[in-house]
């Protein structure tokens, strides 16, 4: 299969999906992760994905997750807070820059357009090896990341926020007496005193 250079991306035309609101529960959760899952969620964008509409009930999607996946998809799955496996490249949400309140450096603003996947998926056998690979989507359409963030992807570069200063200001002069600075510091006991005999 000829894949486009990585330098180069395919025009794609991304649609305009919400951005996903996570609630107090859901920023806990995702709070308890490890940090380098963490790190690993924010950069794949699966830290408030959104899920497309499916065929099947959420409680039915559990049940096949529960019952029918095999253990290594557990290990890897309860690593992240909202799961690993389950999302496709336009489930995704906000990139990790624009979450940071850094829109200047959104991720597709940088990369010159939405990540697209290749359009192919992995059967894997009941120990994780690949066994096949198969087309989702016969008709080529691509599965599209577009980060969820309502800033502006093309364009001029906005402005970089306005960093707060943590340097604090400047204490007055502290002034001595001729007196304080003559006198020789007190002598204290230290821990390693030594005492030696005359």
Not at 9 to 26: K, S
Not at 65 to 87: A, L, S, T
Not at 94 to 110: E, K, P
């Amino acid at each position: 299969m000829h894949q486009a250079p990585r330098n180069r991306r395919p025009a794609v035309t991304a649609r305009a999906r919400p951005q996903r609101e996570l609630t107090e529960a859901e920023w806990e959760l995702v709070r308890r992760t490890k940090l380098l899952n963490l790190h690993g969620a924010l950069i794949m964008g699966i830290v408030d994905p959104l899920p497309n509409p499916s065929p099947i009930p959420e409680a039915q999607g559990a049940w096949v997750r529960e019952q029918v996946w095999p253990e290594w998809m557990h290990e890897i799955e309860r690593k992240y807070p909202f799961g690993f496996w389950r999302w496709s490249m336009c489930e995704k949400g906000t990139c990790w820059n624009c979450l940071n309140n850094r829109c200047d450096i959104c991720v597709h603003r940088q990369n010159g357009g939405p990540d697209v996947d290749r359009n192919q998926e992995r059967v894997h056998s009941h120990d994780g090896r690949v066994v096949a690979t198969f087309i989702p989507r016969p008709g080529g359409e691509p599965c599209v990341w577009w980060c969820r963030c309502p800033c502006s992807k093309t364009g001029g570069t906005p402005r970089r926020p306005r960093r707060l200063s943590t340097v604090p200001e400047p204490a007055a002069p502290v002034t001595q007496t001729a007196q304080a600075r003559s006198s020789p510091p007190p002598s204290f006991p230290t821990l390693f005193d030594l005492e030696l005999p005359e």
